[in-house]
């Protein structure tokens, strides 16, 4: 960028405009001639320069900041000046803190409290050290696997002016218990009690087992799911919850579909005596619609 007083001074730089994102470093020239002496003022506070084409790096203020630099040259016939416009766009703040920085896998969130000010011509990007991003101004964030996690966080201004964050270790995910189970057989008829349940766990204490068997009877609090009769025929949700001895609960559940059992009655069309020979006709009665096996001991 060239500029000339009317008296000849000449100051150019490398970029045009003169204007950037901090930190801003800007080579400057002095294309006078004739000079028996120089000085740079930079406008910023710093030392001045008595070189012929000064680098110089600018930081913004508070806020994006606009400096004037000033070249004093003394020649032969006299004292002559020119002066340039420098911007510098400062780079978005950042500050957040997390709701909290302890929480359990699967079951918790953390959520991002951005306390530097919202412009919608920014871009947020949070970097979660799991493999996954949000663009979000204040996200939440569910992990799946425990562990130390490390939080990243970059913003770009309108200018593309970039700042960014890193939290090493800021998240503690501790695991969940292992709910999971499995029956030994999810159909039968009513009363259905072969019900036989097994849990797996992974490594740590638990606390406060219990199972709802979803039938109204009285929830069981143990280990091993104890023997259970469903004595009404329907559809049962069979709940497990624990809570491990780091404060992190989880469930698992199974459906248990229980059926009716047949009502099985009969009735004879006639009475007869004792070795008296006669035709009978048995009518069988069921609830539903079924199938009669018959057993006649004297056949």
């Known amino acids: 960028m060239l500029r000339w007083n009317w008296q000849g001074t000449a100051v150019r730089t490398n970029i045009n405009?003169?204007?950037?994102?901090?930190?801003?470093?800007?080579?400057?020239?002095?294309?006078?001639?004739?000079?028996?002496?120089?000085?740079?003022?930079?406008?910023?506070?710093?030392?001045?320069?008595?070189?012929?084409?000064?680098t110089h790096s600018f930081n913004a203020g508070i806020g994006d900041t606009t400096y004037t630099v000033t070249l004093n040259i003394t020649c032969a016939s006299g004292t002559n000046s020119s002066q340039i416009l420098v911007t510098v766009y400062?780079?978005?703040?950042?500050?957040?803190?997390?709701?909290?920085n302890t929480v359990c896998a699967i079951t918790d969130s953390v959520c991002i409290a951005n306390h530097s000010p919202y412009s919608s011509t920014n871009t947020y990007l949070w970097n979660f050290g799991?493999?996954?991003?949000?663009?979000?101004?204040?996200?939440?964030?569910?992990?799946?696997?425990?562990?130390?996690y490390t939080l990243e966080h970059t913003v770009t201004n309108q200018y593309g002016c970039v700042n960014s964050a890193e939290?090493?270790?800021?998240?503690?995910?501790?695991?969940?218990?292992?709910?999971?189970?499995?029956?030994?057989?999810?159909?039968?008829?009513?009363?259905?009690?072969?019900?036989?349940?097994?849990?797996?766990?992974?490594?740590?204490?638990?606390?406060?087992?219990?199972?709802?068997?979803?039938?109204?009877?009285?929830?069981?609090?143990?280990?091993?799911?104890?023997?259970?009769?469903?004595?009404?025929?329907?559809?049962?949700?069979?709940?497990?919850?624990?809570?491990n001895s780091l404060g992190c609960s989880n469930f698992s559940t199974q459906t248990i579909t229980v059926k009716r059992s047949p009502t099985a009655l009969f009735q004879a069309s006639t009475p007869?005596?004792?070795?008296?020979?006669?035709?009978?006709?048995?009518?069988?009665?069921?609830?539903?619609?079924?199938?009669?096996?018959?057993?006649?001991?004297?056949?």
């Open 130 to 148: 799991d493999g996954t991003i949000s663009t979000a101004y204040q996200p939440c964030k569910i992990y799946s696997t425990a562990g130390m």
């Open 17 to 54: 405009p003169v204007a950037g994102c901090e930190v801003l470093t800007v080579q400057f020239y002095d294309n006078s001639s004739g000079v028996v002496s120089r000085s740079w003022n930079f406008g910023d506070g710093s030392a001045v320069s008595n070189a012929q084409n000064p």
């Open 90 to 100: 400062a780079k978005p703040s950042i500050d957040f803190t997390p709701d909290r």
């Open 167 to 243: 939290e090493e270790d800021y998240i503690n995910v501790i695991p969940v218990p292992n709910t999971a189970f499995s029956v030994s057989e999810y159909v039968g008829c009513h009363p259905f009690a072969a019900l036989q349940q097994q849990h797996r766990h992974g490594g740590n204490t638990y606390t406060n087992w219990i199972w709802d068997y979803g039938d109204g009877q009285s929830l069981e609090q143990s280990f091993e799911s104890p023997p259970h009769t469903f004595v009404n025929p329907g559809k049962y949700d069979v709940f497990l919850s624990t809570t």
């Open 272 to 299: 007869i005596c004792g070795y008296e020979s006669s035709l009978v006709e048995f009518f069988g009665i069921a609830s539903d619609t079924a199938h009669f096996d018959w057993d006649f001991p004297d056949a």
